[in-house]
């Protein structure tokens, strides 16, 4: 599971005649990675897509037009049709007929959204002109008289008043600005031009006619005409929707199906190929070798040959030996149903190298455990769960689904620590009392006796068995875990589960160079980051129980530091053989690298203090309490607006604090993964197994025939 | 008296230990953020990359974090 699939090349030759039917063998198999052909000195050439090609990237583009013209949305939802009857329908020209459908009630819905533009050019026109007493005749038909209509900026009243040899018609309000109409002897139209320009005069275009018509009777029945237009355009819009609802699922259908014939066809073009013959080379899962090799046999009889050419080990060497196109093996993670959702995490980083360990395993195991860590509070995880669950159910984004399924695995590990380590819920714990010399008493700092924290128990008033307490861990006072409480408990584990983490992670680097380089290379390389990393680990111990603990140095404890000191020296010899000084600079960082998984207790802490306040906002001073012997208790009867409101502020606090977990946990816990875990051995930058296989969601097969090839 | 000063002395060295690690910290995040996002806008695959470098800074902080504790705690 740790280690991507072992893979196999094999070397496909067969007779060019029946390509086709062996590209369609090849898609049916979806475990065939094929190895593009470089141009070489064998001979071969590259080939030229399949002769029907061209036509089906002609209608693909005929279609997808029509999608965009029809406003069909790239992920509408459509029914899925069968390929045999879609594959008919395009044979017998659906796509070009539908195409002229499509296009006529594109074309009418054009031609009425101009021609409404244009009447609405007119109106703006009509609508100035009507303030001007004039027909719309006498606009035009003059000899010698030069006619200028439009609108100016200013009034243009006080300089036409002197213009010689002319009629002049203006009109000017501070709101609708003006316009001015100019009737002149032609040889005076330039003096006019002249004292219009000065106006900010913009000519406009008057509609000739001949009757005698006022522009405002005009606009009447241009209105008229505007909305007989608008009718129509409703109706063509209609019709559009119509023709959308009638052919979506077929151009949806079809443009997979030729965009799947497109890429079918354009096969040869990534394999060489002579006259009479093709052949390519191809990656496929060890495990299928002798199956896709009886498959294609079967379907294509004599006119396939499959040649197994070498399964390739995890050894370096090897891959240094082969020619360049051959070097790099496509790496096919190893994973199952529940590992697959985390392998988003993993490709942000990189893709695995073949010849090294998968970390999406650990990365499922880890990722939710520290989120859990980091969370517990079962008040939190319930909400976590069915965010996650629900996410998990209806979304197929690649994104949203990495974070549905940390939050649904987070959140069942929070819920597994908030109920069972640190006993809390919503940043309250179960059981406030604390046994005190045979009695459950209050403690100083809750809530009961003055202080701040509340706990279910005061809230509920009831008194948990004892059973249930004897469930949860004691480490300072009080059942279970007090992030706020036992803060040095929660460093120390915070800091061994680091150590464990940042050991899987050099053990896992020390297994990559033994495939890679064989076992004295992993030692070299490897063991000695482990030996210094242990010896630190250990000499760290010592120092802290000295220091802390108050422990003398003798004994036990001062055999373990010279050992630890002794282990220190070898491990920094052996990696001084690679690094040279380097590995003694490396020292401190093994240090930084174990506190920094000091953030699982911080922000756990945090949140736990932001509970706390809001916890304490809420029960300590909004919602009615009573004392009774010194004790204060909750009475909820006494106030119920207030216990109402209170709620609404409780639910909405603690939503911030919900919100910051999946923000700070999520971030934090994948950093360490990233970060701590993944640099001790990921390499990446592998090349992702890409089988030739057909992606289809809005078509299927009805006759689950091997893609209509014929037997032999 | 003394005990009291005390107290609020290693409150005030807990406080700036934590505080002056985070300025440190902001300050080294924000040139790797300003370059991470910049590389993410040209290529959406080096998220990954981009966050390792960007997260890199923040263990300054954890150690501010850690000193501030055991100022508190342990001393």
């Known amino acids: 599971m740790l280690i991507p699939e072992s893979m196999s090349r094999v070397v496909i030759v067969g007779t060019k005649a029946r390509m086709q039917d062996a590209i369609d063998a090849l898609y049916a198999e979806q475990a065939i990675h094929v190895i593009d052909h470089t141009t070489g000195d064998d001979g071969m050439s590259i080939g030229a897509p399949c002769a029907s090609t061209s036509k089906a990237s002609e209608r693909l583009l005929k279609v997808r037009a029509m999608e965009k013209e029809l406003g069909i949305a790239k992920k509408a939802k459509t029914a899925q049709s069968s390929v045999e009857d879609l594959r008919t329908q395009i044979e017998s020209g659906s796509v070009e007929g539908v195409e002229g459908e499509v296009l006529k009630a594109v074309d009418a819905r054009n031609d009425l959204n101009q021609k409404i533009t244009e009447l609405n050019s007119k109106k703006r026109t009509l609508e100035l002109l009507q303030r001007l007493p004039l027909t719309l005749d006498m606009y035009s038909g003059y000899h010698s008289l030069a006619v200028m209509v439009g609108t100016t900026t200013v009034d243009a009243g006080p300089a036409l008043k002197d213009l010689a040899y002319a009629e002049c018609f203006t009109d000017f309000s501070k709101k609708d600005r003006g316009i001015a109409a100019v009737f002149v002897q032609k040889e005076a139209k330039e003096q006019a031009a002249g004292a219009l320009a000065e106006c900010g005069f913009v000519e406009m275009s008057v509609p000739v006619t001949t009757e005698k018509v006022k522009p405002a009777d005009a606009l009447v029945k241009l209105n008229a005409d505007i909305e007989e237009c608008s009718e129509k355009m409703k109706a063509a819009d209609l019709a559009l929707g119509v023709l959308k609802a009638k052919y979506m699922s077929f151009l949806k259908g079809t443009d997979e199906e030729l965009a799947i014939e497109i890429e079918k066809g354009s096969l040869p073009l990534r394999v060489a190929v002579s006259k009479y013959s093709y052949v390519i080379d191809a990656w496929v899962p060890t495990v299928k070798v002798d199956r896709i090799k009886a498959d294609l046999e079967t379907k294509l009889g004599n006119d396939v040959y499959v040649e197994f050419e070498e399964t390739r080990t995890r050894k370096l060497a090897e891959e240094n030996d082969e020619e360049p196109r051959f070097k790099n093996v496509p790496t096919k993670q190893h994973s199952g149903k529940i590992t697959k959702e985390f392998e988003y995490a993993t490709s942000l980083v990189s893709v695995p190298k073949y010849q090294e360990i998968d970390p999406t395993m650990l990365i499922m195991i880890f990722l939710p455990l520290f989120f859990g860590y980091m969370v517990g509070d079962c008040g939190y995880a319930i909400p976590f769960i069915i965010l996650g669950a629900y996410g998990l159910k209806v979304t197929h984004n690649k994104d949203w689904r990495s974070i549905a399924v940390v939050l649904f695995f987070g959140g069942i590990w929070a819920f597994i620590f908030g109920f069972l380590f640190y006993g809390e819920a919503l940043g309250m714990h179960f059981i406030g009392r604390e046994y005190v010399d045979g009695i459950w008493e209050w403690p100083a700092g809750h809530i009961a006796n003055g202080g701040t924290s509340v706990s279910w128990d005061w809230i509920l008033g009831v008194t948990f068995p004892d059973w249930f307490a004897g469930l949860l861990p004691v480490v300072g006072g009080g059942a279970g875990i007090g992030k706020l409480e036992d803060v040095s408990f929660l460093l120390k584990l915070a800091v061994y589960i680091g150590i464990i983490h940042l050991l899987i992670g050099h053990f896992c680097g020390l297994i990559n160079i033994k495939m890679q380089r064989g076992s004295k290379a992993a030692f070299m390389g490897k063991g000695g980051v482990i030996i210094t990393f242990i010896a630190m680990v250990a000499f760290c111990w010592t120092l802290t129980e000295m220091m802390f603990h108050k422990v003398p140095m003798e004994g036990t404890l001062l055999t373990i530091m010279v050992i630890s000191i002794v282990f220190l020296v070898i491990g920094v010899a052996i990696n001084s053989k690679h690094e040279g000084m380097m590995a003694v600079m490396d020292l401190p960082g093994i240090i930084g690298n174990i506190l920094s998984y000091t953030r699982l207790a911080a922000i756990a802490m945090s949140k736990a203090g932001m509970a706390l306040a809001f916890n304490y906002i809420v029960f300590g001073m909004m919602m009615p309490t009573k004392v009774v012997d010194g004790i204060t208790m909750f009475d909820p009867s006494s106030s119920i607006g207030m216990v109402i409101f209170a709620i609404i502020i409780f639910c909405f606090l603690h939503l911030v604090v919900w919100t910051l977990a999946i923000l700070s946990g999520g971030l934090h816990a994948l950093r360490l993964q990233y970060v701590e875990l993944m640099t001790k051995f990921f390499e990446g930058n592998g090349i992702k197994f890409a089988p030739l296989r057909e992606l289809r969601k809005k078509t299927f097969f009805s006759a689950k025939a091997d893609n209509n090839i014929k037997e032999v | ?75």
């Open chain 2, 1 to 75: 008296m003394a005990d009291a000063t005390q107290a609020g002395l290693i409150a005030i060295g807990a406080g700036l230990a934590v505080g002056l690690a985070g300025l440190g910290t902001g300050m080294a995040e924000k040139d790797v953020g300003a370059a991470a996002v910049g590389a993410i806008t040209e290529d959406q695959t080096l998220f990954g990359k981009a966050m390792i470098f960007m997260v890199l800074p923040e263990t300054i902080v954890i150690f501010g974090l850690v000193i501030s504790i055991m100022a508190i705690f342990v001393m």
